[in-house]
């Protein structure tokens, strides 16, 4: 099995999505846009893929989002898709087959007309190709397409899929152009043909141009005339730095929870007309168990480690409360939240129980840990979280904890070889669904690489809860499913990220940046005249 570059190690560095906004707090200040209503944003982030077929990293994904079409799309604040490219879509069949008809007019950026065609071949070409990158694997339960009309495009679905309208209104549901894209490999040269609300001018390692596709039909009503994207892969300090002199003036993903704390109590930021305004965020992280690990494979051991991890002081020293303790599989905001390990586990260390555990298992030793982490990919914030928590284990007398790190391609490569007993893993959802929060955690194969499977879950409740297509009704499901996790803990929810933004009073539209889709829709950003 080829080890895939998922949106699941891809947390933003510190843990938290940030964006970070300065204007004219005066007329002795400099106005940094390029026009007045032109946007200037930054991100530590690189784009590693131009081409759908291909991208799975943030990044990627808010180009994608920006520049292609998709056949539904999520509103700002909602998890419920509704059409996009598509005037109308449904299910017939049980679920197993989802008809879209496509709006009047519509037309890529090169002037082509976009049609049904387009749509089947975008994704065909995208599990065709199979990019280890890439977004096949949310399309596999499509089994054909079929076109009837020019307008119509027939989904025929292997099992029944009720979030097939979720994952097809991500990035993994791009349209592009068939007589642009090759069919069997990907588009090179950074250049793009889309039929979303901007088009990509200019496009290098340091920075992305974008306009104003003014042939655009859909939902979005564009409120600026374009936006820079200045990429600092990875280097949080240019960034910050180039906050400080004025060159951005909104830094998307990539500076600290300490440094968002620290804004947020400054009185320099405060006078000079900054707020910080906090979004909904889906972004979680999990310490992960291996099932197959002479140590942590012991039950009793895993659920030691359940009863003293301290999750409230993790999030209030490493975090600056800028992330919030998770209980549970699936975060708040998303149906089917639940709270099974706070009741089973509860909110403080409980050392004695813990012992108790420990002992009628058998174990009177210390137990020797090392818990395995990767500030390469989460951040610098990953190792002083993992050092604390091996603190907190150890403070009880019942383990003899310690981190150490390395590398995310030699962590990922240990992972997939079996090679730890205990690390981190983040994971950025490609849908607001709890499916997407429980699917590829559980079963043969899993994205965690721990050995866990368990057949209600996977024969069961996931199967069940994948012909709902009312996904209130989900509930119940999963609240069973984290009751059974929680009981064999294949992993421990540790917390659930926030989304900042700190802006000038001039500042509009980040509100409908940040919420759980983890879409940032370039066309809200606007300034006050």
């Known amino acids: 099995m080829k ?91 049980g679920s197993k087959t989802y008809t879209c008809t496509l709006r009047d007019g519509l037309k890529f950026s090169n002037g082509n007309s976009l049609t049904s065609e387009d749509v089947k071949y975008s994704f065909d070409r995208a599990i065709g190709i199979n990019d280890p990158a890439g977004p096949a694997p949310l399309l596999s339960t499509i089994s054909s397409i079929t076109t009837p009309s020019e307008k119509t495009v027939v989904f025929h679905l292997n ?9 097809i209104a991500s990035g993994a549901g791009s349209i592009v152009d068939h007589r642009v894209y090759p069919k069997n490999r990907l588009l090179k040269g950074g250049k793009t043909v889309g039929s979303g609300p901007y088009q990509l001018d200019s496009f290098d390692k340091s920075k992305a141009v974008f306009s104003v596709y003014s042939g655009y039909h859909g939902n979005a009503e564009v409120k600026n005339s374009g936006v820079t994207l200045k990429l600092f892969r990875g280097d949080q300090q240019a960034l910050e730095t180039s906050l400080e002199k004025g060159k951005v003036d909104i830094a998307y993903r990539g500076l600290t929870a300490k440094a968002i704390a620290a804004l947020d109590t400054s009185p320099t930021a405060q006078n000079d007309g900054l707020e910080v305004v906090q979004g909904s965020s889906a972004e979680v992280q999990h310490m992960v168990f291996n099932i197959a690990d002479p140590v942590v494979g012991k039950l009793a051991v895993r659920k030691a480690i359940a009863y003293l991890v301290d999750r409230n002081s993790l ?56 818990l395995w982490s990767t500030p390469s990919r989460y951040g610098p914030a990953t190792d002083d979280e993992l050092r604390t928590i091996a603190g907190q284990l150890n403070k009880s007398g019942l383990f003899d904890a310690r981190m150490k790190s390395v590398p995310f391609e030699q962590y990922e490569k240990d992972i997939s070889e079996g090679k730890y007993g205990v690390y981190v893993k983040g994971w950025v959802p490609d849908y607001p669904d709890p499916d997407n929060f429980t699917q590829p955690f559980f079963g043969k194969g899993n994205v965690l690489s721990n050995n866990y499977e368990n057949s209600d879950i996977t ?68 300034t006050a005249d």
């Open 3 to 93: 080890v895939r570059t998922r949106r699941s190690s891809t947390l933003i560095a510190g843990g938290i999505a940030v964006v970070l906004l300065t204007g004219c707090g005066s007329q002795d200040q400099i106005w940094p846009f390029e026009s007045k209503d032109r946007m200037v944003v930054g991100m530590s982030d690189g784009i590693l893929a131009t081409d759908p077929a291909a991208g799975y990293d943030p990044g990627s994904w808010l180009l994608f989002s920006n520049v292609f079409q998709s056949l539904l799309s999520f509103p700002p604040g909602s998890s419920t898709p509704v059409p996009e490219a598509a005037e109308e879509c449904h299910f017939s069949d």
């Open 159 to 167: 099992v029944p899929d009720a979030i097939f309208p979720s994952k």
């Open 315 to 370: 999030v209030s020293q490493v975090y600056q409360s800028t992330a919030a303790p998770l209980y549970s599989i699936v975060p708040v905001g998303i149906t089917g939240h639940g709270t099974s390990f706070f009741d089973t586990y509860g909110d403080v260390p409980q050392p004695e129980r813990a012992k108790d555990l420990l002992r009628d298992s058998g174990i009177t030793d210390k137990v020797e840990l090392t």
């Open 459 to 526: 024969k069961q409740i996931i199967p069940r809860t994948s012909s709902m297509t009312d996904r209130a009704d989900t509930r119940q499901e999963f609240m069973k499913l984290q009751d059974i996790v929680a009981r064999q803990l294949p992993l421990l929810p540790l917390w659930q990220g926030k989304q900042y933004a700190v802006a000038h009073e001039n500042v509009r539209g980040l509100q409908n940046c940040l919420d759980t889709s983890t879409v940032f829709r370039f066309w809200e950003l606007s």
